[in-house]
C-alpha cells in the first residue's frame, strides 16, 4: 500500500505485532487492517473537517483536502503499481522497481 500520511510508524506496528504474538503472515495481515483503519478514520476526520470549513469560505475545505491528502505522483503511483503486480522473485522486478525509483519526482 502506498503510504498514507496517517500510517502508523513503523516501531508502533512492531509493538503491535509483539502483543500479538502471531505468526508473521497474520501480523502482515493485522498490519495492513490497522493500517487501513486509521487511513479510514482520518480521512473521515478530514472529511469532516473540510465540510466545517467549506460552510465558512467554500475554497478553503477544497484546500485543506488538496494539501492534507495529496495525490502520489506518477513515479509514485508506478512504483506502487510495479510492487503490487511483480513477483518479487521475477527476475525482471528489481530490475523494474530499481528504474523506476531512479526517475526524477514529479
Request: charged share 25%; net charge negative; with cysteine.
Amino acid at each position: 500500500m502506498t503510504d498514507h500520511l496517517i500510517t502508523p510508524p513503523p516501531e508502533l506496528v512492531k509493538e503491535w505485532q509483539i502483543s500479538l504474538d502471531c505468526p508473521d503472515e497474520i501480523n502482515a495481515k493485522a498490519n495492513y487492517i490497522a493500517t487501513q483503519s486509521a487511513c479510514w478514520g482520518a480521512d473521515t476526520e478530514l472529511e469532516a473537517c473540510c465540510e466545517w470549513v467549506q460552510a465558512f469560505a467554500d475554497e478553503w475545505g477544497d484546500l485543506l483536502r488538496q494539501d492534507r491528502r495529496p495525490q502520489p505522483s506518477l513515479k509514485e503511483q508506478a512504483l506502487e503499481a510495479a510492487r503490487i503486480e511483480l513477483l518479487p522473485t521475477g527476475k525482471n522486478a528489481a530490475l523494474i522497481i530499481r528504474a523506476l525509483e531512479a526517475l526524477p519526482d514529479d
